[in-house]
Each structure stands twice: as C-alpha cells, then as structure tokens.
C-alpha cells in the first residue's frame, strides 16, 4: 500500500490528518485537470471541494486495483462528468513545459521561459479537450496510459493513439507559431 493509501487508511481510522494531507498533496493538479474538463476554474475548485467532501462523507473503500492517485481521479472525474451532464459544459486547462531556450542571460531566460510557458498555455487552451486532458495527466500528473485510461474510461488503445494525435495537434499549434517543440 502507497503512502498515499496509508494517509487514507489513516483517515479512516479516525485520523482527519490523513484526509487533510491527501487534500493538501493532490488539490492543485486535481482542480487544473478538472478545469480541462469543464472549461471554468472556480467550477473545477468546487468539483474538487465536491470531491473532497464525498471522501470525507461517503469513505468510499480504495481497494487497491489501481494506484491511489488514479483512483481518486477517478472519482473526480465522474463528479465533473456529473456536473457536464447537469450543465452541459465543456473545457479547458494549463500546461506548461520544455520549449527550446537560446544562451542568454539568466533574467533575459527566465523572462523567455515565462513567455513561452504564457505561449504553451495559449497553445493547450486552443486543443480538442481530450487532448489536453491526456497531456495534462501524462506529463503533470505523471501517470502512464493504464490510468489515464482508467481515469477517462477508455481502452488503453485508444488513449496511446489519443496521446499520439494529441502530441502531433500540440506540435503543430506550437510550430504555427514559431515555437520549436521538444518531446520528453
């Protein structure tokens, strides 16, 4: 069992310090994953709070099948496809990584790296949803295709051909606007 599984057995000794470790670890990915999904950031705080609240009310039991992280995804997930389907809404997120930097000065650096972060968010946020949803959970929340796929309830097929179509959409919408894109 993970650390994460253990904080969780904890809370559900009795302990609330479990609980609050695990919303202190995993809120800010969750809420950044979830507003890829219902493209607004205070209903993705609020899918996170809901969330939180159904672990602490409903003490669903994790048994283990997958890894925690996933298996908490998991369930937001379903509460944002739960507030899709009430709302009928749809998505957007961030992303922000490795774009190529030319030998500059430290602060002329950081100020390019920030531009080209600001120009990676601007890219992400112009890709098919599914898109940026299987990059975000691949590269930020570093989980591999069987628990995207278990997340967002596809075969793991098809979230390896996502991933590819994703990547391939991501260059291209980099490169339109002069950025060279690097795979990792």
Known sequence: MGNDAERYRRFLDGDDNGLIEIIDEYHEGMSLYLNSIVN???????????????????????RGKCSFKTWLFTIARNCAVDHLRKDQKISDLSLDEHLVISDVTDTEKEYFKEEQKKELYRAMKRLNPEYYQVLYLMYFEDLDTSDIARIMHKAKRQVSDLIFRARKSLRSELERKGFIYERY
């Open 40 to 62: 607004n950031m205070c209903l993705a705080d609020d899918i996170v709070q809901e969330t939180f609240v159904k672990l602490a009310i409903k003490k669903p039991p994790f």
